[in-house]
């Protein structure tokens, strides 16, 4: 018999019980519209998780932590503007950062105090919307000038009844020190660090000199070509090593697909999860298209022995069987990942995320549906096939 | 072709054929010994009541299932020990199956259920649907090709299951209880048209219950607790009423 012969034949005989057909195919249906919507759903976390990462900063960042252990504590600034030298850094931008009390009128707030370099504007990608940027001059006299957050302007003097777009020269106090307002930052919005818009930036000479430290907390650094990030990291990492003296707990570098790939992994745990039960729901849709397959070739025994008088090989009826089940498991595969695109959609629409299908997940449950059709569809169709045509014939 | 000639190879050979079931470690013989020889263009009907033997003795000559022991040769070749796909081929190539119960598939056409032996023959789609519409309109269906079961009379029913016996041209038509399931007067056309076939050269084998079809071959072979005896041949005239006229009164009481 011909492949293609048989092929139409049992394509013919899927379709002329289409009630049975379609009910065996429910369940693999189900499993893989399930398959697709969780992957389209755990696409849409992660990209979720993405967005929330860059809005740290822009990729090309990466920045070291002075946590201070072991016998130097602290970098000073002009150490850490030396690190601009590694290659491929474009751009050094060191920080020192404390919490203060900034004090307008009677209005008094806690708010985190960074001290910076001029060169925070462009490595940090943070411009003011009104006013000037802090200024070299600034740092040589440690001037007594602020930039401040859209939101702690707000805090500070929408509670004075004053309009907080309106910060630039006025005066308020930071522990006590006099500070005029230069700057109004613009709004950089909230990361999962907490509020980029509740804060003030002042000189760091200022910072050092008012808070009494002499070394930086932060080193923020820019990255000219993100493909050498990990080559980049180890070249800071050599330089911080010699600097504190072979005390690895001195510092902590920090780059941002570091943190993509935390974030993601516990993403990717949840996702396998979810995939393992889908794969259990297409593994109980094989069992349903075998238990319907298995009805069939009791209920057409009769159709078998008159095939097989007629000359119908025993390879014959197992193809035709097999190919079947195959159409079943596979038209069910194919309506699935319609259901499945479908569900995303609206998932996406309920939760708020752009959900994404990928084409290789589809490729892969269509040929896992069709594989449980073989798989499922073996035992049935061999029943069908080692009938012996004497026995079926006599079959009522 | 003559019998006399040497290398003259009959359409049915057997020797010896017995076959037994084991039936809860009892052995149940169903055949003792048969022979039987049947040539090319013969009309042979094989009677006998039921439990007689007559459907394992025709399961053997269909290929459907081989003798315990003997030789049973089908045009020369040895059918006890083949394989099942030897055997298939086998009922594919040479045997045109009739049945009492007609044994047409519902969901096909009349067209298709002709085609079906075609199928498992490999023939491609084209020839198949010519030889399949040939096979219809020789058995005076060709105009309802495109006819399911359901919408065909018995007797078309019937004659379809003819055609599709015919349509590969096999060398035997193996016919069981064809007229069965029909009314005496349908019953009665089939048997016209079987004996046509025979005319134009058509081997077929009979089998059935009844005494008054089988007086329709031109040989008839009777079967009785599993023992086969020759009756006759109906152009022997005289021997042959004797012996159909003798056993048929004792046949139909038994039946």
């Known amino acids: ?396 | 072709m003559s019998v006399n000639d040497q290398s003259y190879i009959p359409l049915i050979e057997m020797d010896g054929v017995t076959k037994y079931y084991m039936m809860a470690r009892e052995k149940t013989t169903v055949l003792h010994n048969v022979s039987l020889k049947v040539d090319h263009g013969e009309f042979l009907a094989i009677v006998g009541p039921s439990g007689s033997g007559k459907s394992t003795l025709m399961n053997i000559i269909g290929c459907l299932d081989t003798p315990s022991e003997g030789s049973y040769k089908l045009e020369g070749s040895e059918m006890n020990g083949q394989s099942d796909n030897k055997l298939t081929v086998m009922r594919n190539q040479k045997i045109g199956f009739i049945f009492q119960g007609y044994h047409l598939l519902p969901k096909l056409t009349a067209l298709e259920n002709c085609e079906l032996p075609l199928i498992y023959r490999g023939l491609p789609g084209k020839l198949r649907k010519q030889l399949a519409k040939e096979a219809l309109e020789r058995v005076g269906l060709g105009n309802r090709l495109h006819h399911r079961q359901s919408e065909l009379s018995g007797g078309q029913q019937q004659r379809v299951a003819i055609a599709r016996a015919l349509a590969t041209n096999p060398p035997m038509l193996l016919a069981d209880e064809p007229t069965g399931a029909l009314d005496s007067k349908t019953g009665m056309e089939v048997l016209n048209m079987m004996e046509e076939l025979n005319q134009t050269g058509q081997t077929i084998v009979l089998i059935t219950h009844d005494m008054e079809v089988a007086q329709r071959a031109r040989r008839t072979v009777v079967i009785r607790d599993g023992v086969l005896t020759e009756l006759g041949r109906r152009n022997d005239d005289e021997a042959y009423a004797r012996l159909v006229n003798g056993r048929e009164e004792r046949l139909i009481e038994q039946a």
């Open chain 1, 1 to 396: 018999m011909k492949l293609t012969q048989g092929l139409l034949m049992a394509v013919k005989s899927v379709l002329s019980n289409k009630l049975r057909t379609i009910l065996s195919m429910l369940g693999i249906l189900i499993g893989v519209a399930t398959v697709i919507a969780l992957v389209a759903m755990g696409k849409a976390s992660s990209n979720e998780v993405a967005e929330q990462v860059s809005s740290l900063g822009s990729p090309n960042s990466l920045s070291a932590t002075i946590t201070g252990r072991g016998t130097v504590t602290s970098l000073t600034v002009d150490e850490a503007n030396e690190l601009g030298d590694v290659m491929n850094i474009e751009g050094v931008a060191p920080v020192t950062s404390s919490n203060a009390y900034a004090k307008y009128g009677k209005t008094q707030a806690s708010v985190a105090v960074e001290g910076i370099t001029p060169a925070y504007e462009q490595v940090k990608d943070f411009p003011v919307q009104d006013g000037r940027y802090i200024a070299p001059p600034d740092i040589n006299n440690a001037s007594r000038v602020a930039l401040i957050g859209v939101d702690t302007a707000t805090d500070l003097f929408g509670e004075e009844g004053e309009n907080p777009a309106e910060a630039v020269g006025k005066k308020i106090t930071i522990n006590g020190y006099n500070f005029t307002i230069v700057g109004l930052l613009e709004s950089q919005g909230t990361s999962i660090a907490g509020s980029n818009d509740e804060k003030i930036l002042i000189p760091i000479t200022t910072a050092q000199k008012i808070f009494q430290t002499s070394g930086v907390t932060t080193i923020n650094l820019l990255v000219a070509d993100t493909d050498l990030m990990s080559a980049t990291v180890t070249a800071i990492e050599a330089v911080l090593y010699e600097k504190f003296r072979g005390n690895e707990n001195a510092y902590r570098v920090f780059n941002q697909e570091e943190a993509m790939e935390t974030l993601n992994s516990v993403n990717e745990t949840m996702n396998r999860q979810l995939i393992y039960v889908a794969i259990i729901s297409l593994v109980v849709g094989g069992i349903g298209i075998m238990n319907i397959m298995l009805v069939s070739v009791t209920e057409r025994t009769r159709e078998i022995g008159i095939r097989k008088s007629l000359g119908a090989k025993k390879r014959d009826i197992l193809f035709q069987f097999l190919v079947e089940a195959v159409c079943i498991s596979g038209l069910g595969g194919a309506l699935g990942i319609g259901l499945g695109y479908i569900a995303s959609f609206v998932i996406g629409l309920v939760m708020h995320t752009e959900t994404e299908v990928p084409g290789d997940t589809v490729l892969l449950s269509f040929a896992f549906s069709a594989l449980v059709g073989v798989i499922f569809g073996y035992l049935p169709a061999n029943k069908a096939a080692g009938l012996k045509p004497v026995d079926a014939l006599r079959y009522d």
